[in-house]
């Protein structure tokens, strides 16, 4: 396993972790946001470790951005971290997986992408953007041996969700949303959203909507939506 992020220290030490448990792990520091970085660092990863037969791209910020304070520059920096970053990921792995005829993408993108939440305009469309191109690439893919799968979570705790001082619906422990996203990328699922008791992408939002009612958030939020998604 290669882990690519820009915390050096974070990233050696879940791989010793890795490598303490019987595993392979190699780190990589490099920042998703620069696309000559991440062809370096699948280049890496290729020569240490062999073809990438799976990538998941899960690097992703929070930041606010509120209609008030409105500033592109932040909006540009939370779409070049969490969509940009993404694409430049399956950019440098694709040829590899399409030339062997196998392999997986996993995005990790959120509820927040199915509908926009007040403060967090750019996290939404990052998001929106993310689970676009994933749908897009799946059906050019399919025919060619590559999964495509989309994981939309709700609220997690995580360093980010701990800065969030609104309400969180549902909030999970990241070691139970960590066994469902491996079950799903395990099962090859297109798309899979959690939490289940939260019904809001399957028609039924006016239920939770008492729940969901959220003002400014910067992290990834329950939304209601009557959009369909395929679950496992």
């Known amino acids: 396993m290669a882990l690519v992020a820009r915390n050096q220290e974070a990233t050696e030490e879940l791989a010793k972790s890795i490598r303490e448990s019987g595993g392979k792990a190699l780190p990589i520091v490099c920042d998703v946001t620069d696309r000559q970085a ?25 930041d ?37 005829h196998r392999g997986q993408i996993v995005g990790l993108a959120s509820l927040a992408g199915f509908h926009g939440l007040p403060g967090s305009g750019a996290y939404c469309a990052s998001k929106a953007a ?13 025919p060619k041996g590559v999964i495509v799968t989309i994981i939309s979570p709700g609220f997690v705790r995580t360093p980010m969700t701990a800065k969030n001082l609104n309400p969180m619906p ?24 959690f939490p289940g008791r939260c019904r809001c992408l ?31």
Not at 41 to 47: I, K
Not at 76 to 94: F, H, K, P
Not at 179 to 185: D, E, G, K, S, W
């Open 38 to 62: 991440v062809l370096a660092a699948v280049r890496l990863c290729e020569r240490e470790m062999g073809p990438v037969d799976r990538l998941v791209a899960a690097a992703g910020i929070g």
């Open 64 to 100: 606010p951005t509120p209609a008030e304070k409105f500033d592109a520059g932040a909006v540009e920096q939370v779409m070049r971290t969490n969509y940009l970053g993404m694409v430049y990921c399956i950019e440098a792995v694709l040829p590899g997986m399409i030339q062997a």
């Open 170 to 193: 549902f909030l999970m422990d990241v070691d139970k949303a960590a066994r469902i996203i491996h079950r799903a990328m395990r099962s090859g699922a297109r798309h899979k959203t």
């Open 130 to 142: 993310q689970i676009a191109m994933l749908e897009s690439l799946r059906i050019e893919l399919r």
């Open 202 to 232: 399957s028609g039924s939002g006016a239920s939770c909507r008492k729940h969901c009612t959220m003002g400014r958030s910067d992290s990834p939020g329950s939304v209601w939506t009557r959009r369909k998604v395929n679950r496992v």
